[in-house]
């Protein structure tokens, strides 16, 4: 049992290598001076669009196909994605190629590292493991953006090199994660699209929406205002991994403490770590917004996942977590195009323009969120009451 954890933290630990494109977004800019905004920022949030509809294939091939290798497939992908711009880099399009090959990979791995948790172990210790993922997805991370921002330094294209580190992971799973155990013939899994998957899933793509400014502008608010470099913006990316370490480690303690009211907990940290970024005239202003924006996402995150196996048949978990995964990545993708167009049509097309109205957005998600669960709970209160 613990090879098998072992593999699947190895799998998890490199999903966040997609952010590697975070810290040099500001130099990538400065290569390709013709380029727009919106289009150099889906070097980061493009893998999360082109992952939504291989999560969902993912969540059905799993019933099919043994999910090691699936994971494989996906690892090795994502790998040979992260390579593509060494022999090609003269323009952005080769950028952005690499960044959907990447997105296939992804697509394939997030849910599947999800269901092999909730395929294997039960309870309190799901969703502990769940929280544990959480703390080593974002550790990968933390250390890919830290790497990618140092080797920026000496040339923006070196920071792709941290794909390499997949190898090491690929080699792991390959080794530890056995063939059979993970396999899930469901026969009928009896799923449907329940009114719990279909709240979840639209909080998901909302806040999806929101949280990815932080990281589609940080570089270049960074940049534009003098705080700082590519290094500086790759430890302001790492800062939302870094707070995700914690945020997974103590996963379970902040579930038994707010229970039901986790997630909206979770929604109003992040919201408050956007505004403190609104607000930043210096560098570790900015970098405190970050951390608690992290440590907002690293809590929705399992707590979304854990609530959306809880929603539907076991053999079903798949497909749930990639419904779940899916509206979150596709936030992520429509936020350089909504959040910039609110601002340029507020007249002030800024970063910190973008930092505010997503803070606003996501405190406006805060209350919705906190009503449904206040609802809940007296809906609940009312038989007891009765009897």
Known sequence: MNKI??????ASSIMLVTLAASPILAEVARAFPDAPTSKIQMLVVLPGLIAVPFSLLAGRIATLIPKKTIVLFAMMVMMLGGLIPFPF????????????????????????????????FEGQQRGALMGLQSAVINAGGMITVILAGLLARIYWLYAYLVFLLILPAIIVVAVLLPEGVVVKQPGGSGFKLNHTLVYLSLVAFTFGLLYTTYSTNVAMY??????????SAGIATSLLTGAGIAAGLLFGRIFRVFKSFTLPAAIGLTAAGLFLTFMGSSLPVVLAGGFLCGYGFSTVMPFGVFQATQAVPPAASAFAIAI??????TGGFASPIVVNGLASLSGNSSEKTRFLMAAVG?????AITMIKELFARGQAAQPQLQN
Request: zero cysteines; hydrophobic letters at 55%; proline letters at 3%.
């Open 5 to 10: 954890k072992i593999a699947i933290m190895a």
């Open 89 to 120: 880099h003269g323009s952005l399009t080769p950028l952005l190629i690499a960044s959907a090959v990447i997105g296939v990979g992804l697509g394939f791995i997030i849910p599947i590292s999800s269901a092999l948790i909730s395929d294997t």
């Open 362 to 366: 996501l405190l406006a998600l805060f």
């Open 324 to 329: 779940f995964t899916a509206s979150v990545s």
């Open 222 to 231: 960074l940049d534009s205002t003098h705080l700082g470099d590519a290094t």
